[in-house]
């Protein structure tokens, strides 16, 4: 994995609550046995027609949301499904942040494991953000800050292993892989 | 005061006891997976994983692997040598035929009598036992806390995690107790419990949480019941629900086939009745139900939170974006009243309610009664040892000679990914877990119940509270 530090980029904002991994990636799209790809079928439901045509209604089909980088959502993103399928869609499409006021557990932690920022921001810098779509924002890993234009900065949290990890462009299995020893002994303490 | 803090929760006890590492401000703990319970959807990508870094599945006792998300229910597609529909399906069975023989682990197939619905068939074996950590790429793992274990959905990289380590990086949830008390009343059920408490909480209320249901309504629920209410606890964003172990859980796991036997028998079960919140325990959050003031439950809107008692009128929210969007796809008024909506689909099956007691309680309301003309009812079995024992009892030609649809085990309509699909635009009163947009086909409108409400609501086509069709 690359290691991440920055993330510089104009915010697509999709303000409602609870929007969920089966929205993010219908589950008719997850019969794939590989990650790539995903990004086509990403939203899919709010994206096409039923005619398979885009829908010009919807944020991602704007001109304005090209090559944005940071989805700020509403709260609870990414409940439902463990569908892992979901960071991956994100990720393919090209967005590489989610900020948010709160972010579902299992889809912060696939998040995590593929690269993909998971954000959590206090209730006025999301208003704010919600408020003013498209804005150019940063957000730096190392510092555990967001930056609005109006050079307000935020602190966001972030487990302190998955930011090692995310920096250094490392996987988390190295590191399991690395306490076998323990495991064994576990094992053997156990009689498991 | 010192006291008070050697005071642990049923939670804390099985974390620590799985702690290879605790956790320290810079490294989440290795916590160590007793049993991980894999299926075809969120396995391939892991089985890649592993074969890319050349390792081999660790430890493959612990290990067990079924076929039930993408596999059709249709008995000719499953048996009959006719090909599995959904051709993306057919290769995804397929993957996990050919990862299974390659890494050597454990596949209850096709075609084997035990295969099932992963949640259903691992209690069923008796694979699921209290005490126990267990993992699968599933958020529905939390049914398996309704015995006492701590279990929870993780994703496809964690999967190879555990094939890889039998070990999962995990910082510790914190608690919430869930303290229901009093009688569920007549008709009232398992399912009404859950739908009122994620309405209650709400459907990220239970974030960063593991939930404790306790309380003397909980005490009155069989394994069954538990594991309907254990099911949904991810529907309140919880990362697990757990119930403590007690007599009701030894007698369902007595002679399973995977449960400990003879001398091991009564030692697991003493070591399991110590597996208890200490009274005075302390809980990070907490939240009292009174089970005696509650109604049959039914879904009106997209997440299993907007949810009513079914003789409820939908409320009316002022400057609410996504409740409008979400009456909108339901092609809902606020004000409107749920009893007497139209249906198109009922939907029997699933984790949540695809076991035998579901299927009896189903056919206590369709027993003598006919499905209304024009309303699809679909009642899949949980498992294949669920379908024999329906068979056996009658239960199947009950739903026959009603107009029902009974098919093979699966996930089948709860996730439309097998050729189970609501069609677009219509009304299915369903079992299942998720009313999501498009959760069982794209455009499909769910409202999620009990068995006995879909079994009624199915005889009338219409949404109908099954106390008027239950004998008292």
């Known amino acids: 994995m690359q290691p991440i530090r920055k993330i510089a980029s104009k915010t697509v904002v999709m303000p409602s609550a609870n929007i969920d991994t089966d929205q993010i990636i219908p589950a008719r799209f997850l019969t794939i046995t590989t990650k790539d790809g995903l990004g086509r079928e990403l939203f899919a439901d709010w994206r096409y027609l039923s005619d398979g045509l885009p829908n010009p209604d919807f944020i991602l089909n704007k001109p304005e949301a090209a090559g944005c980088r940071i989805l700020v959502a509403g709260r609870n993103v990414g409940c439902g499904s463990s569908r892992e399928h979901a960071p991956w869609a994100l990720l393919d499409y090209g967005f590489r942040a989610v900020v948010s006021t709160e972010i579902a557990d299992i889809f912060r932690s696939n998040s995590l494991k593929n690269g993909l920022l998971p954000v959590v921001v206090d209730a006025a810098t999301h208003q704010w953000l919600i408020e003013h779509p498209g804005a150019q924002i940063d957000i730096d890993l190392e510092r555990m800050r967001l930056t609005l234009p109006t050079g307000v900065s935020a602190a966001f949290p972030m487990e302190a292993f998955a930011r090692h990890c995310l920096l250094n462009g490392l996987d988390e299995l190295g590191y399991l892989r690395s306490r076998l020893q323990d495991i064994e002994h576990y094992e053997a303490a156990h009689s498991v | ?472």
């Open chain 2, 1 to 472: 005061m010192i006291e008070s803090m050697s005071l642990r929760t049923l939670f804390d006890k099985v974390w620590t006891a799985h702690e290879v590492v605790a956790e320290t401000p810079d490294t989440p703990a290795v916590l160590y997976v007793d049993l991980h319970l894999t299926h075809e959807v969120t396995s391939p990508q892991a089985f890649t994983a592993l074969r890319a870094a050349g390792l081999p599945v660790r430890r493959k006792d612990r290990t067990l692997a079924t076929l039930d998300h993408s596999t059709p229910t249709v008995t000719e597609q499953v048996f009959g040598g006719v090909p599995i529909k959904v051709d993306a399906a057919a290769r995804q069975v397929h993957e996990l035929e050919k990862n299974a023989v390659e890494f050597g682990i454990e596949l209850l197939g096709m075609r084997d009598a035990r295969r099932g619905i992963v949640h259903v068939i691992s209690p069923e074996l008796g694979a699921t036992q209290p005490g126990m950590t267990i993992v699968c790429g599933d958020s529905h793992t939390s049914t398996h806390g309704a015995f006492g274990a701590l279990a929870f959905g993780i994703g496809s990289t964690e999967v190879g995690h555990v094939f890889a380590t039998q070990c999962l990086l995990q910082r510790k949830p914190k608690t919430f107790a869930v303290n229901v008390e009093g009688r569920l009343p007549h008709g009232v059920t398992a399912k009404d419990l859950i739908l009122a408490i994620i309405g209650r909480i709400g459907v990220s209320g239970g974030t960063g949480h593991v939930l404790e249901y306790r309380g003397s309504a909980i005490a009155a629920l069989s394994m069954e019941q538990r594991m309907t209410v254990c099911n949904m606890s991810i529907e309140a964003g919880a990362r697990a629900g757990m119930i403590a172990p007690d007599e009701a859980t030894f007698a369902y796991l007595h002679e399973r086939p995977r449960s400990p036997k003879g001398k091991h028998w009564d030692a697991a079960v003493e070591r399991w009745t110590a597996l208890r919140s200490d009274p005075g325990a302390a809980f990070d959050l907490s939240v009292d139900i009174d089970a005696s003031r509650l109604e049959p439950m039914i879904t009106y809107g997209t997440n299993p939170g907007m949810v009513l008692p079914i003789s409820a009128s939908i409320p009316r929210k002022s400057d609410n974006a996504a409740f409008d969007k979400a009456l909108a796809y339901m092609g809902f008024q606020a004000g409107d009243s749920m009893l007497g909506k139209p249906i198109n689909v009922a939907f029997i099956g699933s984790c949540t309610n695809g076991r035998l007691e579901d299927l009896q309680s189903a056919a206590r309301i369709l027993k003598g009664r006919k499905v209304a003309a024009g309303v699809h009812l679909l009642i899949v079995p949980g498992s294949q040892q669920v379908k024999r024992e329906a068979e056996a009892l009658g239960l199947a030609d009950i739903f026959k000679a009603a107009g029902a649809d009974w098919r093979e085990s699966g996930c089948s309509m709860c996730i439309g990914m097998n050729g189970d699909l609501v069609p677009g635009g219509q009304y299915s009163v369903s079992t299942s877990n998720r009313n999501f947009e498009g959760r069982q086909g794209a455009g499909a409108r769910t409202l999620l119940a009990s068995p006995f409400t879909a079994a009624a609501s199915a005889v009338t086509g219409r949404i109908t509270d099954p106390r008027d069709m239950l004998a008292a």
